[in-house]
């Protein structure tokens, strides 16, 4: 008899190896030449691969199916984990008979214009938005709202090219720099949209508000919510940059998860998706909630570690267990355990001497300490770079809920991270 697997498209070599070590034998991984080889060499052996050019469906398609002909497999689902490969893990999930959200569903949905506008005519709040076509326009839209806006690439997630304009200037000096980094934008985009806009970015209004991340799950108009947290940003440094994540959480004032199960539900009937496993990032207004994006995966970063502490849910099996048909259920939010993950940035440039969190290893509330940094690799800041001045993430549980951003400045000063510039100076973090 046949093995059942599921194809998990396109993703990295850090969510290859987790999958692989705790699923043995569940997934067929589709990755890139360049991807495979970052794949550990412990694990390599143990993981079941199809490689192949991501870019090319043809090749792809072909590769898989022979694999799985060879290998008596058939395919149980398909899931992706990174934005960037959505849609050609779409067009895959066509060509084998798969259920997955479509292609056209999926540029919708992540087309921050296109979906606010969808979802503004079902009756959703979402931030007034436009396409940045030119420097008058974006003024003019400026002029229009009488109030900040805030300046993004129109796809992907993250605060990565994220600007905000209090002034007339500020959209000019914001506009002649996303200029500068068009090419770069479009060509990153490119794999997640068909026809990207020579200046890839659109401008929507700032809304101020507490903001939260939450993964969902809906299945024909059903939405069930899986996680559910809430932002703390930095005060500083790049606009809407998440310094640390907090879960369980509880909407403000009248609002009920019910009713949010009911937005999500419009949401995604907007955009002509009735089956997914999706992650929105939403701002909470005088009680009424402001869709800022929604995306057809589940949340990654350091959220999945913060789940697995708080009610020991792996949202890995969450996603392969959806894909497999599965229906997926999580405990009430009241039995999960209050958790925060600390996100360290550095302030300064220059290269990595040393790292010391000696500090901390010994504190019972810590759970893990992931480094995203070795001695040696060099810091970039944003805008220039957005990949290198992450250092390290914390997840710990809080002493006090009410003195979570005490604590994480507490646990911030006890990690050290010495970045050496021209004038050798040790960094601080935020």
């Known amino acids: 008899m046949a093995s059942q697997r599921v194809i ?16 043995p034998g569940r997934a067929l991984f589709i990755v890139s030449p360049a991807e495979k080889k970052k794949i550990k060499a412990s694990v390599v052996a143990d993981v079941d691969t199809v ?6 469906l043809n090749e792809t398609t072909d590769k898989v199916r022979s694999h799985m002909a060879a290998s ?26 798969l259920p997955f959200p479509s292609p056209e569903s999926i540029e919708a949905v992540q087309d921050k214009h296109r979906s606010k506008i969808l979802w503004t005519k079902n009756g959703l709040y979402a931030p007034k938005s436009m396409r940045v076509l030119s420097l008058n326009h974006l003024v003019s839209f400026f002029n229009q709202l009488s109030r900040p806006l805030v300046v993004k690439p ?5 605060s990565n090219y994220q600007f905000i304009c209090s002034t007339k200037y500020d959209c000019i000096r914001t506009f002649h720099y996303i200029t500068t980094v068009a090419g770069k934008v479009k060509e990153d985009l490119a794999p997640s949209m068909e026809h990207v806009p020579d200046i890839p970015f659109i401008a929507e209004e700032f809304v101020r508000g507490r903001e939260y991340s939450c993964d969902f799950v809906i299945e024909n108009g059903d939405v069930r919510i899986t996680r559910l947290a809430k932002k703390i940003l930095m005060n500083d440094g790049p606009l809407g940059t998440t310094r640390a994540y907090t879960i369980p959480a509880d909407l403000p004032g009248k609002l009920t998860l019910d009713e949010l199960r009911e937005i999500l539900a ?3 009937i907007s955009v002509r998706i009735d089956r997914a496993f999706a992650m929105v990032d939403f701002i909470i207004n005088n009680d009424r909630i402001y869709l800022l994006e929604i995306t057809p995966r589940p949340g990654g970063d350091c959220l999945p570690d913060l789940v697995r502490a708080s009610c020991d849910i792996d949202t890995l099996d969450l996603a392969l ?5 599965k229906r997926i259920e999580t405990p009430p939010f009241s039995q999960w355990r209050p958790v925060v993950g600390l996100r360290l940035f550095a302030q300064n440039e220059g290269v990595i001497t040393k790292i010391d ?22 810091v970039t800041l944003p805008p220039q770079d957005y990949t290198t001045w992450l250092l390290a993430t914390v997840v710990f549980y809080p002493d006090n809920v009410e003195r979570i951003s005490q604590e994480c400045d507490e646990i911030g000063r006890q990690c050290h991270f010495t970045i050496e510039e021209p004038t050798c100076k040790t960094a601080a973090i935020s």
């Not at 998990?8 to 699923?23: H, K, N, P, Q, S």
């Not at 267990?321 to 048909?325: D, N, P, T, V, W």
């Not at 759970?367 to 690799?377: H, S």
């Open 51 to 56: 490689v192949c050019d991501l870019a090319d």
């Open 72 to 97: 008596e497999m058939t395919p149980s689902g398909l899931v992706g984990f990174d934005c960037e490969t959505l849609q050609a893990a779409s067009r895959l999930a066509l060509r084998l008979g």
């Open 266 to 268: 419009k949401a995604m």
């Open 321 to 325: 267990s959806f894909a497999e048909g």
């Open 357 to 378: 969190c000696s500090d901390i290893t010994d504190i019972p509330k810590i759970v893990k300490i992931k480094m995203n940094c070795l001695v040696g690799d060099e």
């Open 154 to 158: 129109i796809l992907g997630t993250g």
């Open 8 to 23: 998990v498209y396109g993703t990295t070599a850090d969510y290859i190896e987790l999958i692989a070590r705790r699923y």
